[in-house]
């Protein structure tokens, strides 16, 4: 089976490439998932990119599965790593009403890059027989964030560190780094940072319609994107986010 791990931005149809849209139409198989209530948005965004795109292909939905919070950290995420490969192998089965894998590549959405903090790859490892995996780079948060601020991604000469809010609330600014990039925070854990000169970029449904972008020096800029986060999760249901932090003027 060829599986197609197909990167698709970060919610605006621009962001599908030209090399993405003849993936989507070789596809005999696209799997979608259902992220549970209040996130159907992230699905019909899927279905309408399949339609823009021309795909022919046979799509099937399935539930992801939800993370057990007792667990600790790693043991929680690859455990969940292996019921949303278990949900990937019951969508192909249900499609192909028990006759092996599909005439034809499988599809799967990804969100962004199916690179970057992403976990498709490590779930597709999971599969057995391992598939022949292709993979069609998107556009990344990264890149739309920057772009939405028109500010360059690194300051000259400076080094880039690209991280979670987990690992920011645990160690603090990154040694070396004159430019951290955070990714997956769904605490704001910019607050927990006393680095004098701090500036914050922060971009939410970056490329949609719905787009939500904030900037200035931390201590000002800080409580207004906690305010209008939780005011956006809760009118919208979800959210996707993520923020760029340097000491200067983003340049």
């Not at 070396?176 to 940072?193: H, K, P, W």
């Not at 319609?209 to 200035?216: A, F, K, T």
Request: aromatic share 6%.
């Amino acid at each position: 089976m060829e599986l197609l791990l197909v990167g698709i931005g970060t919610g605006a149809p621009g962001h599908v490439t030209l090399e993405a849209v003849r993936a989507l139409r070789e596809a005999a198989l696209v799997l979608v998932p259902r992220k549970g209530e209040g996130k159907e948005d992230l699905a019909h965004l899927r279905h309408a990119i399949l339609r823009d795109a021309g795909a022919e292909a046979k799509v099937v939905e399935f539930d992801y599965p939800v993370r057990d919070p007792a667990l600790p950290y790693q043991e929680r995420v690859a455990r969940w790593h292996d019921a949303i490969a278990d949900r990937w192998i019951d969508a192909i089965a249900r499609a192909c009403d028990g006759a092996g894998a599909p005439d034809g590549p499988v599809a799967l959405l990804v969100w962004g890059d199916p690179g970057l903090y992403d976990s498709t790859l490590r779930i597709a490892r999971r599969l057995s027989p391992a598939p022949k995996v292709r993979v069609i780079p998107g556009v990344t948060a990264l890149q739309a964030l920057t772009s939405a601020h028109a500010i360059p991604f690194n300051s000259v000469n400076g080094a880039v560190q690209v991280t979670t809010g987990r690992r920011l609330r645990d160690h603090g600014w990154p040694e070396g780094a004159s430019t951290v990039i955070v990714m997956l925070d769904g605490e704001c854990s910019f607050q927990a940072l006393d680095v004098p000169g701090l500036q914050i970029w922060w971009g939410a449904y970056l490329g949609m319609p719905e787009q939500i972008l904030d900037h200035g020096p931390l201590p000002e800029a800080g409580p207004r994107i906690v305010a209008r986060r939780a005011e956006a999760r809760a009118a919208h249901g979800w959210i996707m986010d993520t923020y760029l932090l340097r000491v200067g003027d983003g340049f």
